[in-house]
């Protein structure tokens, strides 16, 4: 279960103490699920604390907020700023931080563009967000709920509204007793968990769907794929059915608050042989390895982050 206990939170350009960090009540976010936002994970080093792929989640975050016709009032660069400055002040390791893009000010009506767009970040503890098992392998199970088809709400977007989705299929999953839930797409193809991208292993390739089955793009999903390839295993995009989930060799789940996490267990059916198989751990291996930064060549995904609060100029809203 994620930790709520933080310092400080970044609010439009200033650090606001934890409790204090409020938004009104007729938001339009709130109402109507428009926030984008992004999951992003730092991690200590021997060179200090350094955050996972930022640049990456920023141009995420920017992305989904022009879906949304949410006009930021702030550069990458500034985001990427506050970010780091949030996790100083802050100064967990790990931490997982949470910036949001929402329309805080008071605004009923779904079509009212009139407030403004707000940015908060906050930075807490991480956990294994799968659990105990999530190295040695979790139990999930396919679940009755789907993915909404990108035609009516774009996956491409990490939106709040969109995790109404991913808490039916979470929480029924979590009720019949699995870590997490498989979603499938509206043609009844694998798409993902409810907030990580899944790959299967056969015969030393791996697999995992694409766009076109309703998914987000993962900054982890690519990472994998990448560390996947420069291992010299194959990736491919294909859509998957459940029947080639079940009789894989090998099964995980990746995602920033889930990691890497094998699953050992679909439903009734074990994976592999129902232990994390080969090709995943040599991908977790590296993977971890990277985001501790113990691997040169990935040396870029790493941001550093200054251990003691630095002054940083506050960006104006534009
Ligand atoms: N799918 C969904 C629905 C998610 O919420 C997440 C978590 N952001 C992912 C996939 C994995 O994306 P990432 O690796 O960028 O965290």
Redesign the pocket.
């Known amino acids: 279960m994620m930790s709520t206990e933080g310092k400080k939170i970044w609010m439009d350009g200033e650090l606001v103490d934890f409790a204090n960090a409020r938004v009104h009540v007729l938001s339009h976010s709130l109402h109507y699920g428009v926030g984008v936002f ?2 992003i994970r730092a991690y200590p080093t021997s060179k200090g604390t350094m955050i996972f792929r930022l640049a ?2 920023v141009r ?1 975050m920017l992305s989904s907020a022009h879906i949304y016709r949410m006009v930021c009032p702030y550069t990458a660069e500034e985001i990427a700023r506050a970010i780091v400055e949030t996790q100083a002040a802050n100064d967990f390791s790990p931490s997982y931080i949470r910036p949001i893009l929402y329309r805080g000010d008071p605004a009923l009506g779904v079509k009212n563009l009139k407030g403004r767009v707000s940015l908060a970040i906050a930075a807490i503890p991480a956990k294994k967000y799968l659990g105990a098992n999530s190295e040695t392998g979790v139990r999930a199970k396919i679940s009755p709920f789907r993915k909404p088809q990108s035609d009516s709400i774009p ?1 491409f977007a ?1 939106a709040s509204g ?2 109404l989705n ?1 808490y039916l299929a979470g929480i029924d999953a979590a009720e019949d007793g699995y870590e997490e839930a498989i979603l499938l797409d509206h043609r009844g193809f694998v798409a ?6 899944i790959f299967l292993v056969r015969e030393n390739r791996l697999y995992t769907p694409g766009l076109e089955s309703d ?9 994998v794929q990448e560390i996947a390839s420069d291992l010299g295993y194959p990736v491919i995009e294909k859509p998957i059915s459940v029947n080639e989930l079940l009789t894989a060799d090998e099964v995980f789940f ?5 990691e890497i996490a094998p699953v050992r267990e679909i439903g009734h059916s074990s994976i592999g042989q129902g232990t994390p198989g080969p090709v995943t751990k040599a991908v977790m291996n590296v993977f971890y390895r990277v985001v501790h930064g113990e691997e040169p060549k990935y040396a870029s995904w790493l941001t550093p982050v200054p251990t003691a609060p630095r002054a940083v100029a506050r960006p104006a809203r534009r």
């Open positions: 992004e999951g990456d989640h995420r996956s990490k969109n995790y991913s993902e968990g409810t907030g990580e991208n998914i987000l793009l993962g900054v982890t999903r690519r990472s990746s995602g920033t608050y889930a």
